[in-house]
């Protein structure tokens, strides 16, 4: 059983950064992609970026790109999303959650496992 814990979150003005963390069990986490997505209240879970089981390739959702870095460290079982330039509209639970496969992906039915979500409010 793969379990996710993300942490990180908290309340940030307009134009801050935080930085998200999301710390995996199990010995096959460098075998998968892992991603970030969020949801806003009322609103469906939306991708933000995925990472490839290296980290070689990485992409994002077109609102974030350019003020987001998803990277991961194998070592230490942990995928990270930095996040700079922070807007109201990025506030949401983020989840990260872990691939299907080893190859990037953005397709919220291609990830299995599930972390229970961390809160993020960017205030303006």
């Known amino acids: 059983q793969v379990q996710l814990v993300e942490s990180g979150g908290g309340l940030v003005q307009a134009g801050g950064s935080l930085r998200l963390s999301c710390a995996a069990s199990?010995?096959?986490?460098?075998?998968?992609?892992m991603g970030w997505f969020r949801q806003a209240p009322g609103k469906e879970r939306k991708f933000v970026s995925t990472?490839?089981?290296?980290?070689?390739?990485?992409y994002y959702a077109d609102s974030v790109k350019g003020r987001f870095t998803i990277s991961r460290d194998n070592a230490k079982n942990t995928v990270y999303l930095q996040m700079n330039s922070l807007k109201p509209e990025d506030t949401a639970v983020y989840y990260c959650a872990r691939a299907r496969t080893s190859y990037t992906t953005s397709a919220l039915n291609a990830y299995d496992y599930w972390g229970q979500g961390t809160q993020v409010t960017v205030s303006s």
């Open positions: 199990g010995r096959t986490f460098s075998n998968y992609a």
């Open positions: 990472i490839s089981w290296n980290g070689g390739s990485t």
